[in-house]
């Protein structure tokens, strides 16, 4: 089966890639989620992850992420190797992710759902006037409005959450590195072409992005590169230009 | 069969409706728990929908100081002896002692999860306190108490923590086991001949007039609200009780946060135990007895949520106060104490409903 590595050129080994997954493999109680998948991205690119429902898509961006911890394998940051350093310890080299289920606490409010896990303090205490102030222009940017940043996150409605969720994003350190799992999944026409832009515009700013989309549309509109999955192997990686649509279908339902 | 189905379905987009996950029903199902989404819609009579929306506003947003003041007056009415300088005192040391453990309890609650040991923690502290103070001095005493308050919250923390059971359960059980100890280490006697010192931790007072627990308890209860109100840890405590999951992906140490206030909760039941034995110049094994019960019905009429992640310290003392008001209104009247643990756990039911009914309407 034709992989396409010849469509694009690989480093020689001593650079450095801002991200590299060397024959990751994860095991759920028997059931062999990830089978030796090995990829690299370079700085302002984007991929698409695509692939059948249990392909594991998931599974490989919360390996990346530091939610799950491979079996075996390497997974290597800017070039040193990422080991049991979890969600908080991938952050801070700069790998953020936007989960599927969006991963907030519903009964706690805006601000407290943004800053989670990274609240801003002033001497040991929460500034909670700053947090507000940041949560009010991470919104702005995002074109969102929220009435009231002091409702639960629970009242809002999805395209608000997805928006509070992406949010989280633009705390602290710019990533280099953005893991979106299904970002436009119940979104709108209109929502999901803003997120697209959103994704564009980070590009631009040089920060790196996997994309999960079952949405081939969206893929297409903003992914450089595409990598298939199917049963936890990578059955396909191929430059956006050099690819068709059905191709890739082809490749995820293993037709070819 | 199967490149046919792709042919036909040249627009992948539309295939999604049987391949997405299922995870945007869940934004739906909120939308019916959220009550003003339900009085909003159009069907019905607007007044009365906006007189129930204010009916539940004033449930959910209850406030409980203003009941607690209307209960005193109520009782007061009814036993001129109620707000007299003795009973006075003697209802904010019951307030203080079993305050004490409340604090833990509302801790160890926004996380989600209950600690029933803490009657047990508060025998055996006594007891430990009161032995080790007569043989080795008062400060020996109190700091083998917490010291052992410290452990058997440790202990209760990994059972619950790092070994995934859940906390009814594991704290049931350290409840029982805990009583067990206490009897043990008393050989089934009450303790008494502790020095002058330990006896005055308990019966002291301050100015002559506010009781020595009260002061503790009251200094305690500042440091943890704020701990718990303007702190990263008080913060994270509330992310672990609402989401588990999500606190892991944020990269909050759920694990260490949780065995951390069990930790607490078994160092300020010890506390309370050793208040109670120096007021009561003697130490039971049994005493404490059913006071998990009160901790927590109290802290849940106060309006911290069962279910985790909501309420503050100052909320479930204050409903701790309204309970041990009406006990200590019972006890006036000189309706026997067997009756204590039935309005105790009608308490608890009610609260239990109420708090029920409030995350349903989900108005904050």
């Not at chain 1, 991205?41 to 984007?46: A, G, I, L, N």
């Not at chain 2, 070994?163 to 009583?179: D, N, P, Q, Y």
């Not at chain 2, 105790?344 to 409903?353: D, H, K, T």
Request: charged residues 20%.
């Amino acid at each position: 089966m034709s992989t396409g590595e010849s469509s694009f050129k690989r480093k020689a080994s001593s650079e450095s890639y801002l991200l590299e997954v060397e024959n990751v493999c994860k095991n759920f109680s028997g059931i062999r989620a990830l089978r030796g998948v090995s990829f690299s991205m370079e700085e302002s690119e984007v991929i698409g992850l695509v692939g059948d429902n249990g392909a594991g898509k998931s599974t490989l961006m919360k390996i990346v992420s530091g939610a799950y911890f491979p079996d075996s394998g390497r997974i290597s940051i800017k070039g040193k190797e990422v080991k049991h350093l979890g969600p908080g310890g991938v952050r801070e080299l700069g790998v953020k992710m936007v989960y599927q289920d969006l991963a907030l606490a519903d009964i706690l409010d805006v601000p407290k759902n943004i800053f989670m896990g990274m609240e801003i303090t002033k001497f040991g205490i929460l500034d909670d006037r700053k947090m507000n102030k940041q949560t009010r222009a991470i919104l702005k940017r995002l074109k969102t409005t929220i009435k009231s940043l002091r409702q639960p996150v629970c009242n809002l409605s999805g395209g608000q959450q997805h928006a509070v969720a992406i949010g989280r994003v633009f705390i602290g350190k710019a990533p280099s590195l953005l893991l979106l799992d299904e970002p436009t999944a119940g979104l709108g026409v209109e929502e999901s072409g803003k997120l697209l832009d959103l994704i564009r515009t980070l590009r631009e700013q040089r920060i790196s992005i996997i994309l999960i989309s079952h949405n081939l549309d969206h893929i297409f509109q903003v992914a450089d590169r595409i990598i298939v999955l199917r049963n936890g192997e990578k059955v396909g990686e191929r430059l956006v230009k050099e690819i068709s649509r059905k191709e890739v279908v082809e490749m995820m339902l293993g037709v070819v | 069969m199967v490149k046919f189905y792709i042919d036909e379905v040249k627009d992948w987009s539309v295939i999604p409706g049987s391949l997405k996950t299922e995870h945007t029903h869940t934004k739906t199902e909120y939308s019916k728990l959220d009550g003003r989404a339900r009085l909003s819609s159009p069907s019905g009579n607007k007044k009365r929908n906006t007189r129930i929306t204010r009916l539940k506003e004033i449930i959910a947003k209850r406030n409980t100081f203003i009941i607690l003041i209307g209960f005193l007056i109520i009782m007061q009415l009814l036993n001129p002896l109620f707000l007299q300088l003795d009973n006075l005192q003697n209802l904010l040391r019951q307030i203080a002692i079993i305050g004490i453990i409340g604090i833990g309890t509302v801790m160890v609650i926004i996380t989600g999860n209950f600690d029933l040991s803490v009657g047990s923690m508060l025998a055996l502290g006594g007891a430990v306190g009161s032995q080790v103070s007569i043989t080795w001095g008062t400060g020996w005493g109190i700091s083998a108490a917490l010291g052992l308050g410290l452990v058997l919250g440790l202990v209760n923390g990994l059972v619950v923590a790092k070994f995934h059971i859940h906390s009814l359960i594991a704290t049931l059980s350290t409840m029982g086991l805990i009583r067990g100890l206490a009897l043990l280490s008393t050989s089934e006697s009450n303790i008494s001949g502790m020095p002058e010192s330990y006896l005055s931790l308990g019966g002291g007072t301050l100015f002559g007039f506010i009781p020595t627990p009260f002061v503790i308890f009251i200094i305690i209860a500042l440091i943890s609200s704020f701990c718990l109100a303007k702190t990263r840890f008080g913060r994270h405590l509330y992310v672990v009780g609402v989401n588990m999951e999500a606190a892991y992906l944020a990269g909050i140490k759920a694990d260490a946060l949780i065995i951390a206030t069990y930790m607490y909760s078994g160092m300020l039941a010890v506390l309370s135990g050793v208040c109670l034995t120096s007021y009561y110049w003697s130490a039971s094994p049994l005493v404490g007895k059913g006071w998990e019960l009160q901790a927590i019905a109290g802290v849940v009429i106060g309006g911290v949520s069962i279910f985790g992640g909501m309420g503050t310290i100052a909320e479930g003392l204050v409903g701790i106060a309204i309970v041990r008001s009406i006990l200590n209104g019972l006890f006036l009247s000189n309706i026997s104490v067997y009756y204590e643990y039935i309005v105790v756990g009608i308490l608890l039911v009610v609260a239990v409903l109420l708090n029920i009914l409030i995350m349903r309407w989900r108005i904050k």
